[in-house]
């Protein structure tokens, strides 16, 4: 009987061999905490007598959630992390970008890792043909620790995702029909695996947006297998393949099967107060915004700037829109300088927002107002979410959010291609 | 233990338990209690009180791995949380702080019944109704881990994980 990616990556990692619903204690590759939750895992590792990390060089904190910083507090927080890392000799990316996109830029993930993050979106990296799932701070301090932790090895779904998007259809819009189709709990405490001919044909980007969100369907993890294209990805951002990637068997076993034809998809729209709850954007009702924003884990890559700026190239955002654009990391930033994205969204009206997670999670950077209405590219749209529960967000492609923000309205962004 | 139920619905994200503007400048959960489902229902925390049980439906604590979810209902009193079924990182993160999360079927249980939970013997009591169910085991691991009251008593007892 065959395994599947997951059942590999957890058999050489826990030096046995296991499959689906057996419970390990695996080795981990790489952990993450960040500003949000990382302060906590500092202090419960303390409790936990820790006086040394079990491996510095594999043990990275990321300051991006408070960026930059609104306040006093949050930089006595953020200084307990400056302290803990010059203390442990572990790594720090301070002020340099989202988390997930760092990690992917500089830890020195590979194909077969596992990965483990305190943060729900660290499913990013499933994208690179890593295992990588969210912790909470006492398990990330349980790892900074013994440079370990126990798994339920996760039984997998396939996805199998047929044809091809057609032109305005992008990655995120493939996710959040998904998001539709398993609902918020469609896939707990498993793993979905996209595969297909849609799926090679993905661009990277996309393909991370993807992962990024398998946790809205519950999913520990969201992996892609390695291909020519992941290899393009890491030869373009400076960095060496050193180990082979994972494939899952012919005869592997899975718990279920999804089947996705990418030709009939349109652009498609998470609405308030659920990631689940989409519609297709030719059923949506005529709805003003009063915001843009453009960027995070899930959509501030430099493609989905490309995408934005092409579609809003010699035009203007409607004059009751406030555009904010995040790049996620400070080598997008660059490049998107660059190629003249930056310059081209900024003559278009848009504000460029240092990379961060600010407005995202509602701490800082744009916040909206009572009322307001907010077409994002990010990846969560509860009440609240971005620190104003009287507002309203709907998550949507880059393209989706630059064609609204021309209009003022929700907008297929086909119309403008 | 015995408690009064506060009830809630499906998805309950841990935005909702406390949201990140209310958790940026501390990580104190005892800062945080006044925040607690903020916005969802602002008046919420206000009537928990300590001994109090949450009851949900599915997909209790999905979205971020905020530990701060599980630590600010613990601050608040709250007993134990009952649910159709908990999204995997809240379980993990309640388990691992101790607080009891039992899957079970909420589905008659009102708000404002009163419980008997006995956690040993894994059966619920609901005095208002004169009703009796049970709630799912632990996997040995985390029954291992809940038992020791949490992770770091596990872990300052074990020196690593038995599994």
């Not at chain 1, 440079?147 to 339920?152: A, R």
Request: aromatic share 6%; proline share 4%; hydrophobic share 40%.
């Amino acid at each position: 009987m065959g395994k599947t990616i997951v059942e590999k990556i957890f058999s050489a990692h826990a030096n046995k061999d296991v499959r689906a619903n057996d419970i390990v204690v695996a080795e981990i590759d790489r952990m993450m905490a960040h500003d949000g939750n990382g302060p906590l895992a500092i202090d419960i590792f303390y409790q936990l007598g820790g006086e040394r990390l079990a491996v510095p060089e594999k043990t990275f904190f990321v300051l991006d959630h408070y960026i930059p910083c609104p306040n006093e507090d949050v930089a006595r927080i953020h200084a307990i992390i400056r302290n803990f890392v010059k203390k442990m000799s572990c790594v720090l990316f301070d002020a340099q970008g989202i988390c997930h996109q760092i990690m992917m830029e500089k830890a020195g993930i590979q194909p077969g890792h596992l990965v483990v993050g305190s943060d729900s979106h660290t499913t990013t990296y499933g994208a690179l043909n890593a295992f990588s799932t969210g912790v909470g701070s006492t398990d990330f301090a349980a790892a900074m620790l013994t440079g370990q932790l126990w798994f339920l090895v996760p039984e997998t779904i396939e996805v199998q995702i047929t044809g091809k998007l057609r032109p305005g259809v992008m990655g995120k819009d493939l996710v959040l029909h998904l998001a539709a189709v398993l609902k918020a709990d469609g896939a707990t405490y498993q793993v979905l695996e996209f595969k297909g001919e849609a799926v090679k044909a993905l661009s990277m980007d996309e393909r991370i947006t993807m992962a990024n969100m398998a946790v809205e369907m519950g999913a520990k993890a969201g992996i892609f297998e390695f291909d020519e294209k992941t290899a393009a990805w890491y030869a373009h951002n400076g960095l060496t393949v050193e180990k082979d990637g994972v494939t899952a068997d012919s005869d592997a076993v899975y718990a279920g099967k999804i089947e996705i034809d990418a030709s009939a998809l349109e652009p498609m729209i998470a609405k308030p107060h659920a990631v689940d709850n989409v519609s297709p954007i030719g059923k949506m009702p005529d709805t003003p915004i009063n915001q843009a924003s453009l960027g995070s884990c899930t959509n501030g890559r430099i493609s989905d700037l490309a995408t934005a700026a092409a579609i809003l190239k010699g035009k203007k955002i409607n004059k009751d829109v406030r555009m904010y654009v995040t790049p996620a990391s400070r080598a997008i930033y660059q490049e998107a300088m660059q190629k003249g994205y930056l310059n081209t969204l900024t003559e278009a009206g848009a504000v460029i927002i240092p990379p961060s997670c600010g407005w995202c999670i509602g701490v800082c950077n744009g916040i909206p107002g009572d009322d307001d209405k907010v077409i994002s590219t990010a990846n969560r749209n509860f009440k609240g979410r971005m620190g104003n529960r009287y507002a309203e967000i709907y998550l949507a492609s880059p393209a989706t959010v630059a064609a609204s923000a021309i209009y003022g309205r929700i907008t297929d962004p086909r119309n403008l291609l | 233990m015995r408690g009064q139920v506060h009830k809630l619905g499906d998805d309950i994200n841990t935005d909702y338990i406390i949201s990140g503007k209310n958790k940026r400048d501390t990580f104190d959960p005892r800062e945080m209690v006044k925040h607690l489902f903020e916005d969802i229902d602002p008046t919420l925390a206000m009537r928990i009180k300590c001994g109090d049980i949450l009851v949900a439906g599915n997909n209790f604590g999905c979205g971020s791995s905020r530990e701060a979810a599980p630590q600010v209902i613990k601050a608040a009193g709250v007993r134990a949380v009952l649910a159709k079924s908990f999204a995997r990182i809240f379980f993990r993160n309640g388990i691992n702080i101790g607080l009891p999360l039992l899957i079970c079927d909420t589905g008659g249980i009102e708000e404002g019944d009163v419980l008997e939970i006995d956690l040993e013997n894994g059966i619920i009591q609901n005095i208002t109704r004169n009703r009796q169910i049970t709630f799912r085991k632990l996997p040995a691991v985390m029954a291992d881990i809940f038992q020791e009251g949490g992770l770091v008593n596990y872990l300052r007892k074990n020196q690593g994980f038995v599994v």
